[in-house]
């Protein structure tokens, strides 16, 4: 059985970081998708980050370039994302997921077949 705990929320001032971490088992592929998501309330859930571990490809939404990584840690089949100049609008619960294959429509929620719980990110201003 496969599962996804995503850990590291928690509430921050504007500007500051926070690195959440999603730890995959019983997930018997090799090469996925593995991809961060976030939903604010009253929204829908958006693609945030993507990473490949078939190749380390990795991908981004426009509004988190240049502030968020994503990463994995192979050894310990953990996928990172490390967000830095955090600001209130990414306020939300962030969702890790993964579907066996490449990234295709990595920002889309159709996309995967496995999902986490969730872990909360509050920034405040």
């Known amino acids: 059985q496969v599962q996804l705990v995503e850990s590291g929320g928690g509430s921050v001032p504007a500007g500051g970081s926070l690195r959440l971490s999603c730890a995959a088992s019983g997930y018997t592929y090799t090469r996925n998708c593995m991809g961060w998501f976030r939903q604010a309330p009253g929204k829908e859930r958006e693609g945030v980050a993507a990473?490949?571990?078939?190749?380390?490809?990795?991908y981004y939404a426009d509004s988190v370039k240049g502030r968020f990584t994503i990463s994995q840690d192979n050894t310990k089949n953990t996928v990172y994302l490390q967000m830095n100049s955090l600001q209130p609008e990414d306020t939300a619960m962030y969702y890790c997921?993964?579907?066996?294959?490449?990234?295709?429509?990595?920002?889309?929620?159709?996309?995967?077949?496995?999902w986490g719980q969730g872990t909360q990110v509050t920034v405040s201003s």
């Open positions: 997921a993964a579907d066996p294959g490449r990234c295709g429509w990595w920002w889309a929620t159709y996309d995967y077949k496995y």
């Open positions: 990473f490949y571990t078939g190749g380390g490809s990795t």
